[in-house]
Structures are given as C-alpha cells and as structure tokens.
C-alpha cells in the first residue's frame, strides 16, 4: 500500500482495490465537508508545453494571459527553456533541481533546434502497435545500443516540439531518480534530498497505472516517438560526466553521499517507458488560474500520490492549485468506507453517454462509477 506522506489527514485514505477500476482512496473513518485530505507541495515531474514556457514561471506556474512583465527572471530562457517570475523563483527551482539540470535541459533544448532544421516527418506509424509491435520494437532497440557508433548517432537526432516536450518530462524524472540513488542522508540524518520535500519517490511514481498499450494501440505513431526519445536521451547523456546534484549539498555532504552511479546507468528503457507510460493516465493539466471554461492548458503534471484517486461524475473530493502545489478538499461528508474521487475532465454536467464518450477518448477508460452505473441502470429499465 502507498503511504501518504503528505497528508494531513494521515491515516484517514488507504488505497484498496475495487473491482472494476483499478486500485482508489477509500476514506477510513468519516470526513467532514472542506477536509484537506492531500496537500501536494510539488509534482514528481513536469512539462511546460513549448508554446507557453516564455510566458509561464518554471517554479510557481504563473501565467498571466501571456502578459510577461512578471516574469522578470529570463537568463535560462534562451538555453533551458525556464523563466522565472523573480529571483526567488529562480532560486527555489535551483535549490531543488539543481545547477546540473540547467545543463541537462540546455542539452536537450539542442536535439529541438536540430528537429527544426530538419523537414517534418509525415512518415506513418512504422507499426501497428499491438503489445507484440512493442516488445519488437523495444528489442530492436535494445541490440542496436550494443554498439557505441549507433548510441553516438542518436546523439545527432532531432526532436520535434512534441518529442521534446515529453522528453523534458522524461528527463526532469529521470533526474529525480537519480538524486534518489546516489544521494543518501548523511550520518546524522542531515541531507534528506531523495524525498523531494517530503513527496513522493520513484517508486511512487513506477507504482502508477501504464497506459502505454493502450494508447500506442489506439496511436501506433506514439511508439516511434517514444522510441526516438529514448535514443535521444541515451545518445546526449549516455555517457559517463552528468552529475546531477543538487546545488543545497555542501562539498562535505556530496562526499559523504558517495556517488557511485552516473546518470547513464538511470536512461534505461525501462525507466524511460515507465515514465512515458505513467504520463498519460496520471498527469495533472497545469492550467492558466483561476480556472475558467477558457483556461489555457500550459502543461501537464505527476504528481504521483493522489494519481490514486479515481474519477467519479459526481465526485466527493476537488483539486485546487496554488503555484505548483495541489490540495485536495472532500465537497461533501464522506463516511468511513467511502470512495475518494475526483472529477478527471469537466464532464460532471453531460448526460451519460457524452460523459462516457470523452472519458473513453480523453483518458481511454470506461467509466464504471456510482453515477454512470445508476444512470445506465435507469436507462435499461
Ligand atoms: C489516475 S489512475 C487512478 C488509479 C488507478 N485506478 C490505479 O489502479 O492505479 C486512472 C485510471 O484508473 C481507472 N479509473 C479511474 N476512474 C475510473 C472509473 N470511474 N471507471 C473506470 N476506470 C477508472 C482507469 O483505468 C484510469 O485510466
């Protein structure tokens, strides 16, 4: 089971398993309306879209209608993709991530320009992306990274802004592992970096429901995209020299943490599937605030401890977000036993088979929740 770490209602969720939807939040005694049951202070990874990321702060996810004047901290811009509302901004994301991820993203914005210097490439699905397409795929790659001149060659690839958005996301997880293996507390327990202030872990985030089947059977052409992203990534930093630190470490404390992995050994095909795999059904939108009908969607989120709620069309638990921290807060009393969910798209006011309809396309499930469940009953009499 998950614990919650960041629960103020500790204790008061278990994650159990129902029988048609996958494992969901049950609340374990009862909760008054407007309890705080999560309170999420970062997510585990992130993707500001291309289009937005000159106009969005990388720490706080302020977005102003496109207005910048806010975003007075620009100096990564140009090279990382990051903006900054201030220099408090820009310093809170450095503490946490790290100068090293600075280098990291600059490198990657690299394979994006030399995507855009290439023509676009229309060429179709190279499989039909059944569960056997992905295996074979996956294989294929994997004997062809046996020889150094291949992994080198995938160093020169381009990314389209699509590609290298999801490679971002891709990335900024993969050195959040990483943090997690090599650095470990200190002797007297000073350095506690792998718990991402008290958030989740990888192991939370590899504990996630994959949807990679399922839309790569629905999207064959995803499959090429996940597969050149990881030869991206394999190609630029699959070599020995990243060392992604974080810059709150003292000389003293990076000895004691006693690095022993380098970066490369985390790109793994597993982990870079498990990444792209959990992003689909589990991401949070970073929306323009306050949310309106007309809200842009800058981005998308894991945040992988309440990634466990599961979607009802009458739910009993809302998100609200402040900069890039998630609350969740029951709407109504819930009693011990109940389940905990949330609304995943704003569908609640739709009748039945047009809710159904955009869960399937937007999030490729069926829904099965109390609602729908009473409401299909009534329709077959
Ligand atoms: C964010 S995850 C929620 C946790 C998930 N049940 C698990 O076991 O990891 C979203 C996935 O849960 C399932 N799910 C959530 N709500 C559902 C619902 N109302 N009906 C059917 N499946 C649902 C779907 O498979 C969906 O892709």
Redesign the pocket.
């Known amino acids: 089971m998950i614990d919650t770490p960041s629960s103020p209602n500790n204790g008061a969720l278990e994650v159990r398993t129902t029988p ?5 939040y049950f609340s374990t005694r009862s909760l008054p309306e407007n309890s705080c049951i999560l309170d999420i202070a970062t997510p585990y990874s992130y993707t500001i879209y291309k289009k937005f990321r000159s106009e969005v702060c990388s720490e706080c996810f302020k977005y102003d209608g496109g207005r910048r004047a806010f975003l007075t901290c620009r100096q990564y811009g140009e090279s990382a993709g990051l903006s900054f509302c201030d220099t408090g901004c820009r310093d809170s994301w450095l503490a946490n991530e790290g100068p090293t991820t600075i280098d990291l993203l600059t490198t990657l914005e690299g394979a994006r320009r030399k995507g855009k210097q290439k023509a676009t490439n229309d060429a179709p699905p190279s499989t039909k992306g059944t569960a056997e397409d992905i295996a074979k795929s996956w294989e294929e790659v994997r004997r062809k990274e046996q020889s150094g001149k291949e992994v080198r060659r995938w160093g020169q690839l381009g990314l389209d802004d699509f590609q290298a958005d999801m490679a971002r996301y891709v990335l900024l997880a993969l050195s959040h592992l990483f943090q997690e293996v090599t650095i470990k507390p200190s002797s007297d327990g000073h350095v506690d970096i792998g718990t991402l202030d008290g958030e989740a872990r990888w192991e939370h985030f590899t504990s ?2 994959t ?1 990679e089947q399922i839309r790569v059977g629905r999207f064959p052409e995803l499959l090429d995209d996940h597969i050149k992203i990881y030869q991206v990534l394999r190609g630029l930093f699959g070599g020995p020299g990243w060392n992604v630190a974080r810059a709150t470490l003292t000389e003293e404390q990076e000895r004691d943490a006693k690095i022993k992995v380098c970066f490369s050994d985390v790109i793994t095909i597993e982990n870079v599937r498990i990444a792209l795999g959990v992003d689909a ?2 991401s949070f939108g970073i929306w323009e605030r306050p949310l309106m009908d007309n809200s842009e969607l800058l981005g998308f989120a894991v945040y992988p401890v309440p ?6 069309c009458s739910p009993n638990v809302q998100s609200s977000g402040d900069g890039r921290r998630l609350r969740f807060l029951t709407t109504k009393d819930v009693a011990a036993g109940d389940q905990l969910s949330i609304s995943y798209g704003h569908v609640e006011n739709l009748p039945l088979r047009e809710r159904q309809r955009e869960l399937l396309d937007g ?7 109390t609602k729908c469940l009473a409401e299909g009953a009534t329709a077959k009499g």
């Open positions: 048609y939807a996958g494992r969901s996630l429901q949807s059904g589990n990634s466990f709620l599961n979607h009802n999030w490729f499930f069926e829904c099965v929740c």
